[in-house]
C-alpha cells in the first residue's frame, strides 16, 4: 500500500469535488455534478497558474485518496521570512483511518520547508475537535484565532 | 485628516519596519536597521512580484501610519470560490486609536471584494484580545482555530 502524492490536474476535479463534499461541514457547500461545475475547473487552473501555489492530491493503488493545497505567502513579518498556508485537507471516507492524512500533511511540510518556508499555518472550524487533535500530534500549536467575514450575504 | 491609500513601494520598507517592531509581539521578531535588512526589500519585491498579493499603506498628511497585506487565495471549496487574506496589521503608535485601523480594514475588505473574493479570513494571536474586538465589531466572527507550526527550531 504505498502513496504517492502529484500535482492535481483538470481529470481529477470530479474526484476532488467528490472528497469536497464527503464531510459534514463540505456538504452543505459544494455542488456534485457529472460533469463537475465549470467553477471547480478555474478554481484549479487559478492554482496552476500560479508558482506559489499547489493542490496536491494523495494515491494510493492508482486512486485519489486525500487531496491538500500548499500556498507560499511571501510578507515582511518575522524579517521578510515565507510562509506557508495549509487549506482545504480532505481524505475520502473510504480511505480514513489508515494514517494518509498525516502522511499529506507531512508531504505538505516536506515540501514548505524544501521552499524556504519558516512557518507553516492553517485554520481549522472549531467544531473538528478531533483535526485539532491531529494536527498537535503533528507538532502544530494553536496559538491563534482565526476569523472570517463572509462576503456573499448581502 | 484624509487618509489615502496605497501600495507599497521599496521607499516605504524603513517605515513599515518600523511599525512591525512597534508591536507586543513584533518587537522581539524583527530587526531594524538604517537601512533595513535586505530580507525587507525582498519580501516587498515578491509581493510586487505576485499580481495576487497587495501591501497597502495607509497615508495621513504625506505619512505613511498604518500597513497591511491582502492575499487572493484560489481555491476549489466552496464552488471555486475565492478568498482574501489579511495579514500584518498594523497602525504607527503615534497614530492609534483615531480609526486608522478601521478605516484601512475597511478599505482591505472593499478591494476584496471588487476582485471577487466570497470571504476574507485572517488570524490574530489569541493573546491580542483587543483585535478580537476590534474585527468583530467590523463584522468577522471567530470560527477557526489558527495553527501554526514553527520550521525554524530545528
Known amino acids: 500500500m504505498t502513496i504517492t502524492f502529484r500535482e492535481a490536474e483538470p481529470r ?26 465549470p467553477r471547480y475547473f478555474a ?6 497558474a500560479n508558482p506559489h501555489d499547489h493542490l496536491i492530491l494523495a494515491e494510493q493503488d492508482g486512486e485519489v485518496v486525500a487531496c491538500a493545497q500548499l500556498t507560499f505567502l511571501h510578507g515582511l513579518s518575522r524579517q521578510g521570512a515565507v510562509r506557508a498556508l495549509i487549506e482545504g485537507v480532505r481524505v475520502a471516507s473510504s480511505a480514513r483511518g489508515g494514517g494518509i492524512g498525516a502522511e499529506l500533511v507531512a508531504h505538505l511540510v516536506a ?14 472550524d472549531k467544531s473538528r475537535t478531533r483535526a485539532h487533535a491531529f494536527y498537535e500530534r503533528l507538532g502544530f500549536k494553536g496559538t491563534h484565532l482565526g476569523m472570517k467575514l463572509d462576503l456573499t450575504g448581502g
Open 43 to 48: 478554481g484549479l487552473e487559478a492554482i496552476r
Open 111 to 124: 515540501m514548505a520547508r524544501e521552499g524556504g518556508a519558516a512557518m507553516v499555518q492553517l485554520t481549522s
Open 12 to 37: 481529477d476535479v470530479a474526484a476532488i469535488v467528490a472528497m469536497l463534499a464527503d464531510d459534514m461541514l463540505g456538504a452543505a457547500r459544494e455542488t456534485v455534478s457529472d460533469p463537475p461545475d
